[in-house]
């Protein structure tokens, strides 16, 4: 919702620029659609996200392209593994597995807070992000790791997160 108006707002980026000062600021705490480099599923999936905030119409598999494709360096097409579905496992389905740091905890929260310190309040999103996605700590470490501009930064950032989920709940 878009402030004091309540009218909904839907964040698309048009190219692969961060957002800094008050724009990286308000949308700490939204979510947006990249429009590169998969333009027609950026806009199917802009689509779908309006349907489901104005009505919540209920969408076929088919309305959205499975998965948007890349180029490799030789120009051929190669198909990105489709994204992860956020519905409810069904019956006989392996059971989603646990986050790497579950949030709210202590580590979750100092993890969450050195990586606050270089990118703000956006943090907490991408701690979330990476803890669901990553099937490692060595990837959650990477996947959080990218959003640290400095290289020197970075190392002395990865070595504080691991000590972080080393240490005993």
């Not at 996947?143 to 970075?154: I, M, S, Y």
Request: hydrophobic share 40%; charged share 20%.
């Amino acid at each position: 919702i878009g402030g004091s108006l309540s009218v909904p707002v839907f964040p698309l980026r048009l190219s692969p620029i961060a957002p800094s000062g008050a724009l990286r600021y308000e949308l700490a705490i939204r979510q947006w659609i990249d429009l590169f480099p998969h333009r027609r599923y950026a806009l199917a999936k802009l689509g779908q996200t309006i349907k489901r905030a104005i009505g919540g119409f209920e969408l076929n598999e088919s309305d959205v392209p499975l998965s948007p494709t890349s180029v490799d360096a030789n120009g051929a097409a190669v198909a990105n593994p489709p994204a992860r579905s956020k519905r409810p496992a069904s019956k006989g389905a392996p059971t989603p597995r646990a986050p790497i740091i579950a949030s709210g905890t202590p580590q979750f929260e100092a993890i969450r807070a050195l990586l606050a310190r270089h990118i703000g309040p956006i943090a907490k999103l991408f701690v979330e992000k990476a803890a669901s996605e990553a099937n490692t700590s060595d990837e959650f470490c990477e996947q959080l790791a990218t959003h640290v501009a400095a290289p020197t930064d970075r190392s002395s950032f990865v070595q504080a997160v691991r000590k972080q989920l080393a240490a005993k709940p």
